[in-house]
């Protein structure tokens, strides 16, 4: 299968601060990338579409604010998490599409390691 | 109502056992099924992927989508300890990217 790659797997920051989280997609294109949060024995939140060339959508209750996505190439999108606080601390997984040419979509989603954030 | 409900567990097996773990769900434009497999502080890793109805079966894993039941089942036959594991049940749409998932199922298989 396709494989996605998050980085960093984990991290650890003060309140107020801003962490970046990396998604690409390694061996396909996906213009597409979704954005998941999940906490401790609880299924994927979905919290925003990520879209190549545009912006992103946010599902509701997630603050586009807060929670800044860029997918500046087919291969990269990234969120960044503005002014953490201690209630952001979270998993947060991200997952793509093979959008490549000539794919059709069959609706598979393959997904990152995740990445563990804790917010002191 | 949930859109997909998914039993939560945990579901404890001995080894060798038949497992069987199952979704259902109230959306009946839902087309295509994905099972995932989630081990601890890991993303989740997809298993299965069935379109529209019927069986498909790889290795020791089996998955079944009743769409007239709106029903799908994920059978692991002789299972194994490497297979405890959260088991997330996932579907979509026709033409919507967005994937609904289920709470997912706990399993632990004892050695």
């Known amino acids: 299968g396709a494989v996605v790659s998050q980085h960093p797997s984990w991290v650890i920051c003060k309140s107020g601060t801003s962490v970046k989280i990396e998604c690409r997609s390694l061996d396909f294109q996906a213009t597409t990338m979704f954005w998941y949060r999940q906490f401790p024995k609880q299924s994927l939140m979905l919290m925003a579409t990520?879209?190549?060339?545009?912006?992103?959508?946010?599902e509701q209750g997630v603050e586009k604010d807060k929670f800044l996505i860029n997918h500046a190439s087919l291969t990269l999108s990234t969120l960044t998490v503005t002014s953490a606080h201690p209630e952001d601390s979270s998993f947060y997984i991200c997952s793509a599409r093979d959008t490549g040419q000539g794919k059709p979509n069959t609706g598979e989603l393959f997904f990152g390691e995740g990445s563990r954030l804790t917010v002191l | 109502q949930k859109e997909v409900e998914q039993d939560p567990g945990p579901l404890s097996v001995p080894e060798g056992a038949i497992v069987s773990l199952n979704c259902t769900y109230s959306?009946?434009?839902?087309?295509?099924f994905m099972w995932y497999r989630q081990y601890s502080r890991k993303g989740p890793e997809l298993l299965m992927y069935?379109?529209?109805?019927g069986n498909k079966e790889d290795g020791r894993f089996t998955a079944q989508v009743d769409k007239s039941s709106k029903y799908i089942s994920l059978f692991i036959r002789d299972s194994q300890p490497s297979d405890s594991a959260t088991y997330l049940c996932?579907?979509?749409?026709?033409?919507?990217?967005?994937?609904?998932f289920g709470a997912g199922t706990i399993l632990r298989v004892k050695s």
């Open positions: 069935t379109y529209s109805s």
């Open positions: 959306n009946s434009a839902f087309q295509y």
């Open positions: 990520s879209n190549e060339g545009s912006k992103a959508t946010y």
């Open positions: 996932a579907m979509g749409g026709p033409y919507g990217n967005k994937l609904v």
